[in-house]
């Protein structure tokens, strides 16, 4: 069955990290790209970050460079999302999706590239 499942998500004070993970069954990762969005209550979904097939294209939105890294196992066929310095602004729900295309080098902050989708992942940073 082809799916995806995140898991790691907490609630963490301001300036503290959380480490989510992207399990994939089905499929490879190593094949598709793989995108972390989040929707924060009452706000619409945005792209987080996003990984290309075979690592070849690694995008961040702006709000978290230089503080999320995206990164991938293949032998454990999971991506992760290690967040550090996390922000009261990071609090949301947080998802990730596979892209559509098969060997796809380069991947996008775009919905509607992704097509199978996991359940998502609570983070709450608050003091």
């Known amino acids: 069955q082809l799916q995806v499942v995140e898991s790691g998500g907490g609630s963490v004070q301001p300036g503290g990290s959380l480490r989510l993970s992207c399990a994939a069954s089905?499929?490879?990762?190593?094949?598709?790209?793989i995108g972390w969005f989040r929707q924060a209550p009452g706000k619409e979904r945005e792209g987080v970050s996003c990984?290309?097939?075979?690592?070849?294209?690694?995008i961040y939105t702006d709000s978290v460079k230089g503080r999320f890294t995206i990164s991938k196992d293949n032998a454990k066929n999971t991506v992760y999302l290690q967040m550090n310095s996390l922000k009261p602004e990071d609090t949301g729900v947080y998802y990730c999706a596979r892209g559509r295309y098969y060997r796809t080098d380069y991947c996008a902050l775009r919905g509607y590239d992704y097509d199978y989708w996991g359940q998502g992942t609570q983070v709450t940073v608050s003091s």
């Open positions: 990984i290309g097939s075979r690592d070849k294209s690694i």
């Open positions: 089905g499929f490879s990762v190593d094949y598709y790209a």
